[in-house]
């Protein structure tokens, strides 16, 4: 069965230092979505892309995320410096696409997540 | 703009108990509705989805929803608990396809409810 895959699991990393996080959507998957769940909340978005554009990147905090998906396949999304708010699981999800026959289902990868200390 | 509201934090039942978990919706126009299960460090799961048709809705797991438009509300249940259904549950809404524009695809979660499930 197809899954969306991402790594790492697990990341420790001191503030103020740099981190990324890599995603690989099912294939054929146009739409890809990064999510943020803080401990204790529900998920939130932080960016949505269709193929390689950014759709929505309004939650995004651009002063030290970025997120980017060059090829339209894979994405990584980078915090940089990284803060001790930032801890929280990083989901990575995928869709067939925005319109058309898809009734919205969004398939999730298992998460990374990150400490910062 | 879409939220939603999950009442109650935690819900705690005995093995066999009903399980009623809530949600309630505010949206502009009838949204799609999901319900996802997420079990300790690992991502969600799609437990069941209301897009148009039958209000009541069936999942996996046993788990079934309905639809109700006049209470904007899409509570989740299940029969008869079982020890394997602790988990957390979260309600999401996205906007339908005759929304439009390009939130189309972006999925709002509610603050999710930890099922516990006593033996």
């Known amino acids: 069965e197809a899954e969306v895959a991402q790594s790492p699991r697990y990341k420790i990393t001191e503030k103020s230092q740099a981190v990324a996080f890599w995603c690989d959507p099912i294939?054929?998957?146009?739409?890809l979505y990064w999510y943020r769940q803080i401990l204790g909340q529900g998920p939130e978005l932080l960016v949505q892309?269709?193929?390689?554009?950014?759709?929505?990147d309004s939650q995004l905090p651009k002063d030290r995320f970025s997120a980017e998906r060059l090829k339209g396949v894979d994405s990584t999304l980078k915090i940089q410096p990284a803060e001790l708010g930032d801890s929280a699981m990083y989901l990575c999800?995928?869709?067939?696409?925005?319109?058309?026959?898809?009734?919205?289902?969004?398939?999730f990868g298992e998460g990374s997540r990150l400490t910062v200390l | 703009a879409q939220s939603v509201t999950q009442l109650g934090s935690h819900v705690s039942v005995s093995e066999g108990a009903l399980v009623l978990l809530r949600c309630n919706y505010s949206s502009s126009v009838p949204p799609y509705l999901f319900w996802y299960v997420q079990y300790p460090n690992q991502g969600l799961q799609l437990l069941l989805k209301y897009t148009t048709g039958a209000t009541l809705v069936k999942g996996i797991n046993g788990f079934e929803a309905e639809f109700k438009k006049s209470e904007t509300s899409f509570h989740l249940t299940k029969p008869s608990a079982h020890m394997s259904d602790a988990a957390e549950y979260f309600c999401a809404v996205r906007p339908s396809a005759n929304a439009g524009g390009t939130s189309y695809g972006k999925l709002t979660f509610g603050q999710g409810t930890i099922l516990t499930v006593h033996p």
């Open positions: 294939s054929g998957h146009a739409t």
């Open positions: 892309f269709q193929d390689e554009s950014v759709v929505d």
């Open positions: 999800a995928s869709s067939l696409g925005l319109a058309g026959a898809n009734t919205g289902e969004l398939f």
